[in-house]
């Protein structure tokens, strides 16, 4: 079993929708947790950090569940620049980060 | 990716040659990586130094040795490459918090032929 897991997806969808992915972890020890963004052949870049009590980010909301070991990552009101690949990174624990495989996005007209 | 800046960009190599990849950053972190990413695979730890002086293996390390030059300066060198290396190579820092995130170079392309 992979330490963080994602479906791949693509996850399709028009204009105007809203859209979830979750991304669950094996660590229960897991202390802090990632959402990344990256583009087709550009690096990964910070999308936002993920707080335990759930963190909103204009059109972006993350969730963490710990019981459950997932976190969560809503958009809302979909953008054709939406379109990406969404990574989870979780640090389980010092200076290791593990990254979920990603998630893809396309956003149609 | 302000403040991390990676060389070169592109690179081809023949099988058995060596090379270093090297990155810099000037955001005054302490932690510095090195991933690679293939398809279907994510990114993958290759090596990571914690802070100056010390480097630690990841989960990829095979094939690879790592010098953490000063604070700046992290190189990844291939002594032997293959074409199981193909592959693109990030560099990433850290502030060294465990809830600061990563910020990542442009990344480096290489190909083994």
């Known amino acids: 079993r992979k330490e963080v897991e994602q479906d791949p997806g693509p996850f399709n969808v028009p204009e105007g929708a809203t859209v979830a992915f979750n991304c669950t972890y094996s660590?229960?020890?897991?202390?802090?947790f990632f959402w990344y963004r990256q583009d087709c052949r550009k690096e990964p870049k910070l999308l936002m950090s993920?707080?335990?009590s759930g963190n909103e980010d204009g059109r972006f909301t993350a969730q963490l569940n710990r019981a459950s070991q997932y976190i969560s990552l809503l958009i809302r009101d979909s953008k054709l620049s939406d379109s990406a690949t969404y990574l989870c990174?979780?640090?389980?624990?010092?200076?290791?980060?593990?990254f979920g495989g990603g998630t893809r996005l396309m956003v149609k007209p | 990716n302000a403040g991390v800046t990676q060389t070169p960009k592109f690179q081809v190599l023949k099988t058995g040659q060596s090379m270093t990849l090297q990155c810099a950053q000037d955001?005054?972190?302490?932690?510095m990586y090195w991933y690679r990413q293939d398809p279907g695979m994510g990114l993958r730890l290759i090596y990571y130094?914690?802070?100056?002086?010390?480097?630690d293996k990841g989960e990829v390390p095979n094939g690879y040795n790592v010098s953490r030059l000063n604070k700046r300066e992290f190189s990844l060198r291939l002594e032997s490459a293959a074409p199981s290396q193909t592959s693109v190579y990030f560099c990433?820092?850290?502030?060294?918090?465990?809830?600061?995130?990563?910020?990542f170079g442009n990344g480096t392309r290489l190909t083994v032929t």
């Open positions: 990433a820092i850290r502030f060294t918090l465990t809830d600061s995130p990563l910020h």
């Open positions: 660590n229960s020890a897991s202390q802090s």
């Open positions: 993920v707080y335990s």
């Open positions: 990174v979780v640090n389980d624990a010092g200076n290791m980060l593990t």
């Open positions: 955001m005054n972190h302490n932690s």
């Open positions: 130094s914690a802070s100056e002086g010390t480097t």
